[in-house]
């Protein structure tokens, strides 16, 4: 199935991605509803911003029970499971992994016991940057990992070893040591928690439903369940909802760093973020565009379909004619099914198709969101020439990416991207436009109508707001590097060949199907919570 919005233009290569998105999280509580079906139908519309693993957690106020596996929404979950999944309150998670492998234990939303009897799920978007410090401690306290490696399932333990504290108190304690990005919603038997980090760098809305509240990373999720937006989750804020109502605590002076690349390419165009509209902003940047790079031409065409937008924008700032000339297959989407050489070779031309009619002979301006390593829009580029197009002017609305992403983006190293060795004309020549346009810092800034100190500009400007730890300790395959230094060094053995993170891609490939069979945990017992049998 194609992706939430129908972006496919940075899923081109499947074995060298563009940027990956963040990922999607949903929770609801309300008494007498169909809460799994609600968060299916959330966990949908945000599918777009994760689609490597799906999974949903409910209780009915006796016991949390998780049901995850790999893939797509629809492909994880069908009616009989989902009317399986009985209670008031629920949590779902569409994930790109951010931290730690695609396997079916990183799959979210994690699951913990108490030695008190209370049981603890969360799912998580963004991406700690202190991770390696908190599983020192946790390993200094002895508390168990259950195999998962990622920051997630490392949280819900940190929240589950205080069963001596309530899990609303265990949050107070717990949240004021993350450092880094995250929207979490968790939940225990009767409780829905959400809460968002200082600087509010991921997005994070509350709203209402007739008989119960809904937390989304999106407006559109609330908007397919029929829930009223409220208002957004504030950086350092903590959100309680039982049969007692809405209770909200601060755990932490704000300090607002929204993600500025929402704007550009991650959320929904239907999305609203700080009061402004999604689509509204892109369009506006296309306009920007426009009056920063203008250029003769008879066509204006975006790349479908993050490009739109913006190529709407520019359009009407420039007076060009705005058409198709790409066409998308809508039902190419992520597919476990790796294509072969030949087929990887076509490249572009399994999901996008010049319309030949009407680029040929045209001088042609090509909108798309962003440059990442520059495969995407050299394809475009050759397949437009060999439709007959006489030029073509690549326009960007963001500005070059040159630095990468450790709040929950997972973008190509910094070696990697293309915008870090090449000026603005080497990048034309390595992406063979006739001329390449890229919008204004400024620029992007201005359509957001957000001031720029309220923005994370880190991946554009490198100005990084949250301080990242020195060395290796970082990136997505942390956790699976330390883990692997702890185990040796217990043993006696040198580490010294384990000290690169990036070493534990594919650590464990044989688990990444292992789920496919056995996928539901439930929260009974210490013991059950962490094991799928």
Request: net charge negative.
């Amino acid at each position: 199935m194609p992706r939430g919005d129908g972006r496919l233009s940075h899923d081109l290569d499947p074995q060298r991605p563009g940027p990956q998105d963040a990922c999607g999280v949903f929770g609801v509580w309300a008494p007498g509803e169909e809460v799994a079906n609600l968060t299916y139908f959330g966990l949908y519309a945000l599918q777009h911003r994760g689609q490597e693993a799906a999974g949903i957690a409910v209780s009915d106020g006796s016991g949390v029970v998780v049901f995850k596996d790999l893939g797509l929404v629809a492909q994880v979950f069908d009616e009989p499971t989902l009317a399986s999944l009985r209670g008031h309150v629920a949590i779902g998670h569409a994930r790109y992994s951010t931290t730690g492998g695609s396997t079916w234990e990183n799959a979210q939303p994690t699951i913990r016991a108490t030695s008190a009897g209370t049981t603890i799920a969360l799912a998580h978007n963004g991406n700690l940057v202190n991770t390696a410090e908190l599983q020192r401690e946790a390993a200094e306290r002895r508390l168990d990992f259950d195999g998962a490696t990622n920051d997630t399932s490392l949280v819900t333990m940190l929240l589950a070893s205080r069963p001596d504290l309530s899990v609303e108190a265990a949050a107070l304690e717990v949240l004021p040591r993350l450092r880094g990005a995250f929207s979490f919603v968790f939940m225990d038997e009767s409780t829905l928690y959400a809460a968002r980090d200082p600087h509010g760098v991921r997005p994070l809305v509350l709203g209402r439903l007739e008989r119960g509240w809904v937390v989304a990373s999106e407006t559109a999720a609330l908007d397919i369940v029929g829930a009223s937006v409220v208002r957004e989750v504030e950086p350092g804020e903590l959100i309680a909802i039982d049969e007692d109502g809405l209770r909200s605590t601060r755990f932490a002076a704000p300090e607002p760093k929204g993600c500025l690349f929402e704007y550009v390419y991650i959320a929904r165009p239907d999305a609203t973020i700080a009061g402004r509209n999604v689509h509204s902003a892109r369009v506006q940047i296309g306009r920007q565009l426009a009056r920063e790079h203008p250029v003769e031409a008879d066509l204006v065409i975006p790349v479908p379909e993050s490009g739109t937008p913006a190529a709407i924008g520019y359009a009407e700032e420039s007076g060009i004619t705005y058409g198709q000339g790409l066409m998308k297959n809508p039902y190419v989407g992520r597919t476990f099914i790796q294509p072969s050489q030949t087929l990887r070779q076509l490249g572009i031309r399994l999901k996008l198709n010049p319309l030949r009619e009407n680029v040929r002979g045209k001088r042609l301006v090509v909108v798309d969101d962003s440059i990442v390593r520059g495969n995407t829009q050299r394809a475009i580029v050759r397949m437009l020439r060999e439709a007959g197009a006489l030029e073509v002017h690549v326009r960007i609305s963001s500005p070059p990416v040159s630095w990468p992403c450790f709040y929950g983006i997972d973008f190509a190293t910094r070696a990697e991207l293309l915008a870090n060795g090449l000026d603005n004309d080497g990048i034309r020549r390595s992406i063979g436009a006739d001329t390449l346009g890229y919008v204004s810092l400024s620029g992007l800034i201005a359509a957001t109508e957000q001031p720029k100190s309220r923005l994370c500009r880190a991946c554009f400007d490198g100005e990084y707001p949250i301080e990242l730890p020195a060395g290796h300790l970082i990136g997505k395959h942390v956790l699976e590097g330390v883990g692997r230094r702890v185990a040796a060094e217990a043993s006696g053995a040198t580490a010294a060949h384990n000290d690169n993170p990036s070493s534990a891609d594919g650590h464990n490939s044989a688990s990444a199907l292992s789920g496919t069979t056995d996928r539901m945990t439930a929260g009974l017992t210490p013991s059950a919570a962490t094991q799928r049998r």
